[in-house]
DNA sequence: CTTGACCTTAGAGTTAACTCTAAGCTTATA
DNA sequence: TATAAGCTTAGAGTTAACTCTAAGGTCAAG
């Protein structure tokens, strides 16, 4: 039976993140003492640590509260529901890269086109380009 | 002279959006009529669709306050000053891109694993391996 | 002169995932 | 037994960039 911190440290989340956690209903401590401190069995310690594996892979608490749900009972649950979670969460991952890739070439090409030295911006091609508008941003195709 | 739904009209940007900028100093209507209305000149409007464009971009406000107050000065603002903040975004994207790479290949390698049927989830490999941890995650390199 | 569209402000709400604080118990150690 | 470390809770604060609301003033058209 592990105490807070003791589980905080086994997982590297903080006690605060843990009772953030509990508050939304991914984690919580099967005992408690009499004062009310939290004690966590080796159940608990791994689903601590399953929701540290999620999170680090970048679910949302929302997705790890579904995932969690699934894991709870397993019968009850398709394949079909774990996948579509985590196909929802690659096609977003998927479109975030997109758009950073879009910025990252825009960027690219706005520091190319720039001296970058200490003469003055009077005719920065930088500058002159964000005047001008007409750089291909979000929602370009 | 613009009203302010007008200049939101010409630029895409919403009428609480340009006295939000405002409000931020990013913006700001050379006039007012007697009653308060702002009214935007033909400087006013590049000046928001410099804003647009930047943000556009992904520079974030504060970067954009920076980028305006070169422009309104460029004699005594140097090229470097304009690629310092440009190559600081772009790092800021290479790392997010390189970030989201990585939850994008744990993903997929997640997907490829499982059936993704309507069988149930008592031996999917994407709970086990979950539970299993040992996922490649931020920070790993 | 009335109606409806538009303008003003200050300030609150949104989202996600924490992060921290205050005030007060509890527990282990010396 | 004193002290320090650790635990509890409710609730506020953080960040970025909006987004919306309420309460009220203005203006053009019919």
């Known amino acids: 039976m592990l105490k807070i911190s003791e589980l905080a440290e086994q997982t590297g989340l903080t006690a605060h993140t843990l009772r ?22 080796d ?8 929701v540290k594996t ?3 892979i970048g679910f949302s608490l929302d997705d790890i509260g579904q995932l969690l ?16 979670i ?12 997109a758009e950073l890739q879009m910025m990252q ?21 930088i500058i002159e380009a964000l005047e001008e508008g007409e750089l291909p941003a979000k929602g370009d195709s």
């Open 54 to 56: 999620a999170r680090n």
């Open 20 to 41: 953030f956690y509990e508050k939304h209903g991914l984690i919580r401590a099967s005992e408690r003492s009499e004062a009310g401190y939290r004690y966590y069995n």
């Open 105 to 125: 070439q825009t960027l690219q090409r706005l520091l190319t086109s720039c001296c970058g030295g200490p003469e003055n911006a009077t005719h920065c091609s």
């Open 69 to 84: 749900s699934i894991r709870l009972d397993k019968d009850s649950h398709s394949c079909q529901e774990v996948t579509d």
């Open 43 to 50: 159940a608990d310690v791994r689903r601590a640590e399953f």
């Open 86 to 97: 985590t196909q929802h969460k690659l096609n977003e991952v998927n479109g975030k890269i």
